[in-house]
């Protein structure tokens, strides 16, 4: 039974507003420690841009402990199995936990992973003391991740606002204690966020075993469900490795380009991570709706709540998009005293503060085809994108060419656009709206 437009909007901003806020954490742990960091110097910034990539390469490939265990989770409550919802997400915890642990085992490769982006040597010290500091903190995040999905399956997303407002309070606190007071630097700022991290994952893990109690839902961990859950995660992962790809790319092209152009890159590119999840909130909503639809069998109700969400992105990008360009002149100064890259960040904000319309119709349709469970389409386009992109992004080193202004010409238009493209496709079809449990 389909819902009426004015229901729908209660709906999606009940489950939208709060996962704004809790999706808003990781980026602000992004912008503060960039603004604390900045005031060290460009080098720093610069080695913390490197370090921030390759470790949100780590956690955004394993995005789907979150991304796969929401629709999951909202599926199976949809068919009024609340037991059965609980325990995917408990078996996602379990997974999160597994991969930490191995992730941890990477440390020794901290410095080798960084020194392949070719930067300056302080550049790359500074990145490796910052990535060998924060893997400790990865577990923690995938679990966080894990029990995020869990809630928001279950309709819930308030609580991880909870958890995330005070995991963002004690981050800042503590990297200007550790960065500042005691001197640390970059060191202090890697400690800070992992203590923040095990924090908020504390809390999580308390509160998935309260509902698992309340439903007398085993907590034992059970490895061939675990296998299961990884195995449905596997096209996810495909489809977060050709987003990480992209990413990491336009961060070695402007490594290429030099210390300016990856400073001001990495502002840019924490500032797009703030404008990405703001957006994302809208697909969480999404996700949590179409599968609590799709797994009552309701398609006309999933197809409204897509038609819903598209304008609301549509309509959030453009008053996102509106914010950054008047704030592009001034935001320099709160991210760096470098004054190269302060003159320097405007080109890309402008250009990334256009495309915000853009990336709210993307977002939103990525989070409805993630809630339906389409993930190998998602997988598949995900490649095509990133060979339509790349190209466009290596004529930032073609002699002669603006770097900085092809780099975020490319991204804006050219990767958000033919993900655009590929995901409006989809949308206007039936394929991808498949009803039930699984």
């Not at 339906?372 to 790349?390: E, F, K």
Request: glycine share 12%.
């Amino acid at each position: 039974m389909r819902s009426k437009p004015d229901a729908l909007d209660r709906e999606i901003l009940r489950l939208a507003v709060p996962a704004l806020g809790a999706l808003m954490a990781e980026p602000a742990f992004l912008l503060v420690d960039t603004a604390l960091v900045g005031h060290l110097g460009a080098a720093e910034l610069a080695g913390v841009g490197i370090g921030v990539a390759v470790l949100s390469t780590a956690v955004g490939l394993l995005i789907f402990l979150a991304y796969g265990t929401t629709p999951a989770v909202a599926r199976l409550l949809g068919a009024g199995d609340r037991p059965a919802a609980i325990r995917a997400g408990i078996d996602g915890i379990w997974l999160a936990i597994v991969a930490g642990l191995v992730l941890v085992l990477a440390t020794p490769l901290a410095h080798p992973l960084v020194a392949l982006f070719g930067a300056a040597p302080e550049v790359t010290e500074h990145a490796a003391v910052y990535v060998r500091i924060s893997i400790l903190g990865l577990p923690a995040m995938l679990i966080v991740l894990a029990a995020t999905g869990l809630l928001r399956g279950l309709q819930d997303t308030r609580t991880p606002l909870v958890v995330a407002t005070a995991g963002f309070a004690a981050n800042a606190a503590l990297n200007a204690l550790l960065i500042y007071v005691a001197g640390l630097g970059v060191a202090g700022s890697a400690l800070g966020t992992v203590i923040a991290q095990w924090g908020m994952a504390a809390c999580f893990v308390w509160f998935a075993v309260r509902e698992a109690r309340r439903e007398g839902v085993s907590l034992a961990i059970h490895w061939g469900d675990l296998g299961r859950t990884a195995s449905t995660g596997g096209w996810l992962f495909v489809r977060t490795l050709s987003l990480r790809i992209g990413l990491l790319a336009t961060t070695v092209v402007a490594t290429q380009a030099g210390t300016v152009t990856l400073a001001t890159t990495q502002i840019a590119f924490t500032l797009f991570s703030t404008l990405a999840f703001a957006l994302d909130a809208l697909a969480i909503a999404g996700q949590a709706m179409l599968g609590k639809a799709l797994g009552a069998g309701d398609v006309a109700e999933a197809r409204a709540v897509t038609r819903r969400l598209q304008a609301w992105g549509v309509g959030f990008g453009c008053v996102v998009g509106a914010a950054l360009l008047a704030l592009a002149p001034v935001l320099g100064s709160v991210f760096t005293s470098d004054a190269a890259v302060r003159e320097a960040l405007p080109i890309a904000l402008v250009l990334l503060a256009v495309a915000q319309p853009i990336a709210g119709f993307v977002f939103v349709l990525d989070g409805v085809l993630i809630g339906a469970g389409d993930a190998r389409y998602l997988a598949w386009t995900g490649v095509l994108n990133v060979l339509v992109y790349l190209p466009l992004l290596l004529l930032a080193l073609v002699p002669g060419w603006p770097a900085l202004a092809t780099i975020w010409a490319a991204f804006s238009f050219g990767y958000l656009g033919a993900r655009a493209v590929t995901l409006g496709l989809r949308a206007r079809g039936d394929a991808w709206l498949r009803v039930g449990r699984h």
